[in-house]
């Protein structure tokens, strides 16, 4: 006997038939507007209209009902609420006896329809989104009344034609005679608007706050977090739990983007919970979600949609890693230069840095970037230099008079640890790159820590190919030319020095149509800055088992 399917949410059943109705009514309504239509296709208008509209009033509810189609596609409860709005305006048109009688059947089971499917659209309009919408009315008719007022001779009954978008038709017998079009326009655009708005995804959360965090740094420490954890502690994500508080998710929304930063942390068994949780989220707030930095073998746990592989995380294992070799020679010789040139190099936890040497190190990144923010999202954290994130450790290097003059800041998660800022001051000797990551490899071996995660290699199967085609030609010849300012070229030849692992990384989202808006959000995130450098004056809480392990 076989077992009953389960049963399909209301959330996850299909709505493009719905709104697909509602595209081809708002056709049929506006487009005999704009020209001599078909006989057949004004059969068809008025079957949808009842009695003729004004051309001006059939273009306004044409566009907002094609606004309201695309609302119903992306499950916006105000869609709803707008459609069944217009199915009640016609059945009271019905009773008021200005359309025939025949239309009331039809109105009615239009209607049923609509309610019975109104758990298919489970994103409702954000209270913010709800005081817009007010205030942007308000100040329509405000100024509707005002210009009735001032110019003269239009009834007061054009404020109300401007409240509902519909506007004036003919000219006032006084006063200003364009005033009624004009009033007329403001409306139309300002129902337009206020559809929008109530349409708009939930606006961007807050960032978790500290108690979040420390929770969340809890589980970053978990002996089964990924290298990428301890990124999810930036200081502008917000956070999404697992209902079992064991695994978490940092992400932050742009554009209707909700972009998770690499995998969840925490528990690995309550990595789906974590995820289910995510998703959830975005399906009552209207966001798209996403995550960048996925690896392959959470991407069935991410649930359905697409996922294109962007990169490589640069892994090195302590317990491999040895300098000897010819493939290494070029590593072994940068490192002796620096020893011939004087440069010597310590470990410290970050939390114990003096005051003079850290701002001796933060001159060091000022100078590094050349005055630049610091950027980046997936692998980069902020508070640089401040001890606010538990298990940073700093590898610095001085030369012959003590001066630093370049450091390293490494983050742990799990059994690893993961660089996150590399600065060197320009002029330095060449090899102290090398050089801190071969003795940070030493220590954390020394440590038990089981990987090294360095950088990210973006598309380093297109830049380590003997052989391309025509568009991977193009492609490397863009990454090439943009190297100066995007330095993916240059950081994956740095990294090769190392002969290191790599682990695949991946960007997932939903639909190929939200590939444009994943795109501005991407870019936002790893070029936009990360918050200033600054004491905090709350530091993350140190999980207990990390304590003596630095």
């Known amino acids: 006997m076989q077992s009953a399917k389960p049963a399909v949410p209301p959330w996850a059943r299909p709505v493009w ?12 309504i506006a487009v005999p507007a704009f020209s001599q239509s078909p006989q057949w296709l004004g059969r068809l208008s008025r079957l949808v209209t009842g009695s003729p509209l ?9 566009l907002a009902l094609a606004l309201l189609a695309r609302g119903a596609l992306l499950r916006r409860r105000a869609a709803w609420y707008g459609l069944v709005t217009l199915v009640l305006l016609g059945l009271l ?36 989104r709800v005081r817009a919408a007010v ?28 409240a509902t978008g519909l506007g004036a038709t003919g000219g006032p017998t006084d006063g200003a005679s364009w005033l009624p079009g004009v009033l007329g326009l403001a409306g139309a655009a300002g129902l337009l608007v206020l559809i929008n708005t109530l349409l708009a995804p939930d606006p961007a959360p807050p960032p978790g706050d500290e108690a979040e965090r420390r929770r969340v740094a809890g589980l970053v420490a978990h002996p089964g977090s990924d290298t990428l954890a301890p990124f999810a502690l930036r200081r502008d994500k917000a956070y ?37 949780a995510f998703r959830a989220m975005c399906r009552t707030t209207g966001w798209r979600p996403a995550v960048l930095g996925a690896s392959d073998g959470l991407l069935a746990a991410w649930g359905p949609g697409r996922a294109i592989g962007y990169g490589d995380e640069v892994v090195l294992r302590p317990d491999e890693f040895s300098l000897s070799g010819r493939q290494m ?111 940070m490899v030493r220590y954390a071996g020394e440590r038990g820590h089981g990987v090294v995660s360095l950088n990210f290699a973006a598309f380093r199967e297109l830049l380590d190919a003997d052989e391309r085609t025509l568009p991977e030609k193009a492609g490397y010849r863009a990454l090439h030319l943009l190297d100066p300012w995007i330095a993916v070229e240059s950081l994956y030849l740095f990294d090769r020095k190392f002969r290191p692992s790599y682990r695949p990384r991946n960007v997932v989202f939903r639909s190929w149509l939200d590939l444009a808006w994943l795109a501005a959000a991407l870019l936002t995130l790893e070029f936009g800055r990360t918050r200033p450098a600054q004491r905090a004056a709350d530091p993350v809480t140190e999980p207990v088992h990390h304590l003596g392990r630095f």
Not at 54 to 62: F, Q
Not at 254 to 273: I, R, W
């Open 17 to 28: 038939p719905l709104a697909l109705a509602a595209l081809l009514v708002s056709v049929l």
């Open 54 to 62: 004004a051309p001006a009033h059939a273009i306004a509810i044409g």
């Open 93 to 128: 048109a019905v009773l008021a006896g200005d359309d025939p009688l025949w239309r009331l059947p039809l109105l009615a089971a239009v209607l049923g329809g609509l309610w019975l499917e109104r758990d298919r659209f489970p994103v409702r309009p954000h209270p913010e």
């Open 329 to 439: 020679r070029n590593v072994r010789q940068a490192v002796k230069r620096t020893g011939n040139a004087g440069v010597t190099s310590e470990i410290v936890l970050e939390r114990d840095l003096d005051p003079v040497l850290r701002a001796k190190l933060l001159d060091v990144a000022s100078r590094s970037l050349g005055g630049a923010a610091e950027r980046g999202f997936s692998m980069n954290l902020d508070e640089l230099l401040t001890g606010y994130h538990p298990g940073a450790v700093v590898a610095i290097a001085y030369d012959q008079d003590k001066e630093p003059i370049a450091f390293q800041r490494y983050v742990s998660a799990g059994q690893g640890i993961s660089l996150d800022a590399m600065r060197r001051a320009p002029g330095g000797p060449n090899g102290v790159n090398e050089r801190l990551i071969v003795e």
């Open 240 to 276: 999404v739990f697992s209902a079992d508080g064991r695994a978490a998710i940092g992400y932050r929304v742009l554009f209707g983007m909700a972009v998770a930063g690499g995998d969840p942390v925490g528990d690995p068994a309550s990595y789906p919970a974590a995820v289910r």
């Open 135 to 162: 205030r942007t009315g308000a100040v329509l008719v405000a100024a509707a009344t005002a210009a009735s007022l001032v110019f003269g001779g239009v009834s007061i009954r054009s404020v109300g034609h401007v």
